[in-house]
């Protein structure tokens, strides 16, 4: 039996931009894989679609973020 979503889908009004658009889909995406964005992921998000934020800026925090401590040194 299926429930429904505790959340509304991720709705892109047409005057979207098309990274707005890419965005909302890959949110989409993830949600219909049962995960959510972290407020955090959001704002970067957001960062991206104003153009403050650059994919490559947001890889180099992603790696900062995400990278393992050095058990040498």
């Known amino acids: 039996m299926r429930t429904k979503p505790s959340q509304p889908p991720t709705e ?5 931009t098309p990274t707005a658009r890419l965005l909302a889909s890959a949110i989409a995406s993830q949600e219909i894989e ?5 407020p955090q992921a ?8 104003a153009g403050t934020l650059s994919l490559s800026d947001l890889h180099t925090r992603l790696l900062e973020r995400y990278r393992r401590p050095s058990t040498t040194g």
């Open 12 to 16: 892109v009004p047409r005057s979207a």
């Open 34 to 38: 049962g995960l959510h964005l972290s």
């Open 42 to 49: 959001a704002a970067e998000f957001r960062e991206i679609e």
